[in-house]
């Protein structure tokens, strides 16, 4: 998708504080952090939202969760615990159409989910 943020992102066309990359993911800091780690997981490949992954993307988002584990590891929030949230579509507060994970840790995090 020429206009998507991410998508540019991933073809260096904007610059971002990358944590991971390799050739089907990147993951990079979220330039406004909820947390003192906060990082977003992508897939290169363009889906646009949760709802929009197809049987054949079932293997990239298992590779997702896996690489996520290992940054949390990376990142020191392994042990103590981390959150992971998928936002889909706009009422579920999606702001780039974009499929994309955020990874949350480093502090206590609140129980309370929703508003």
């Known amino acids: 998708m020429e206009d998507c943020i991410f998508c540019k992102i991933i073809k260096g066309e904007i610059p971002s504080n990358k944590v991971y990359e390799d050739e ?15 990082v977003l997981v992508i897939p290169k490949k ?5 709802a929009q992954i197809e049987k054949e993307d079932e293997a990239i988002i298992g590779r997702i ?23 889909c579509g706009e009422d579920g507060g999606q702001e780039v159409p974009h499929l994309h994970f955020h990874l949350l840790g480093g502090k206590q995090l609140g129980t309370k989910i929703c508003n």
């Open 24 to 38: 089907e993911l990147l993951a990079f800091r979220d330039i406004n952090p909820a947390a003192p780690v906060h």
């Open 46 to 50: 363009h889906i646009s939202s949760l």
């Open 65 to 87: 969760y896996t690489t996520i584990n290992e940054i949390a590891k990376a990142e020191g929030i392994f042990e103590k615990g981390f959150r992971v949230i998928v936002n």
